[in-house]
C-alpha cells in the first residue's frame, strides 16, 4: 500500500521563478491538504483539495495555487517566488468518506530553496 | 489569530524514562487534537488523536490527555527509548476533515 508520495525531494530556484510541485495521495485517499513548513516551525496550512476544487485556504497569497486531478493527485504552483518562501512543502492526504476525524497522512515533503 | 502553541522547545530525558510533552491552544471551537512526530528529512507521523469529547486515551506506549477547561493538550510517552527522539507537534482541527493548526513543536532528546 503506497504511502503519499512527493515530487521532487529538493528544488534550487531563483527569486521571481516559478515552481510545481507535485503529490500523489495514500491510495484510497481522496483529499489531499499542502502546508508549508519553515525552518524550526510547524507546519502551516496552505490549501486542501478534493472533488478536484479547493475547498479551505489558509493566510497564503494569491501566488500560490493549486490543482487535483481526476485521479486525486495534486500539484502546488507558487508564481513569482520569494526569498521567503523557502521552505518544506509538505502534502498530506485523507479520505472524506472514512471516520468522523481527520487522520492526515504526511509525505515526505518537498525542500524548495530560493536564491 | 488563535494558534496553537508549546511549553518547551526542547525536552531532554534518559532512556527508560517517561517523557511528558506540553501543548497550550487558544480556540475554545477546536474540537479534534492530534500529536505528530517528525525526525529529520520526513513528513509528520501520527502518533495519537483524541476528540473534544473525550479526556483520556491510549495507544501503544503513549497516552494523550486533553484538559477543556485550561485548555492544555499532553502527551505522555512510557519507557521512552532511542527512537523516540524527534520533533513533536500537536495539531487542532475545527468542524471535522479540515485544516490542521500546528503548534511550534517540542524536540525531544533521548540520552542513552
Known amino acids: 500500500d503506497a504511502g503519499v508520495t512527493q515530487s521532487p525531494t529538493h528544488l534550487i530556484k531563483t527569486r521571481g521563478q516559478q515552481v510545481t510541485l507535485r503529490c500523489s495521495p495514500k491510495?484510497?485517499?481522496?483529499?489531499v491538504s499542502w502546508y508549508q513548513q519553515a525552518l524550526g516551525q510547524g507546519p502551516q496550512f496552505i490549501f486542501q483539495y478534493y472533488e478536484e476544487e479547493e475547498r479551505q485556504r489558509g493566510n497564503f497569497p494569491d501566488r500560490f495555487s493549486g490543482h487535483q486531478f481526476p485521479n486525486y493527485s495534486s500539484e502546488l504552483n507558487v508564481n513569482a517566488l520569494l526569498l521567503g518562501d523557502s521552505a518544506l512543502y509538505l502534502c498530506a492526504s485523507s479520505l472524506e468518506r472514512g471516520l468522523s476525524h481527520n487522520e492526515q497522512f504526511f509525505g515526505p515533503g518537498t525542500r524548495l530553496t530560493v536564491l | 489569530g488563535e494558534s496553537v502553541g508549546l511549553h518547551l522547545p526542547t525536552l531532554s530525558v534518559q532512556e527508560g524514562d517517561n517523557s511528558i510533552i506540553n501543548c497550550a491552544y487558544s480556540?475554545?471551537?477546536?474540537?479534534?487534537f492530534i500529536w505528530y512526530k517528525q525526525e529529520s528529512g520526513k513528513g509528520p507521523q501520527f502518533i495519537i488523536d483524541i476528540r473534544s469529547n473525550m479526556d483520556k486515551r491510549q495507544g501503544q506506549r503513549v497516552t494523550v490527555l486533553l484538559n477543556k477547561t485550561v485548555k492544555h493538550l499532553s502527551l505522555q510517552i512510557a519507557a521512552t527509548q532511542p527512537g523516540d527522539s524527534a520533533v513533536y507537534f500537536c495539531a487542532e482541527s475545527r468542524g471535522g476533515r479540515r485544516a490542521l493548526t500546528f503548534g511550534s513543536g517540542t524536540r525531544l532528546q533521548v540520552q542513552p
Open positions: 491510495s484510497g485517499h481522496d483529499t
Open positions: 480556540n475554545s471551537a477546536s474540537d479534534y
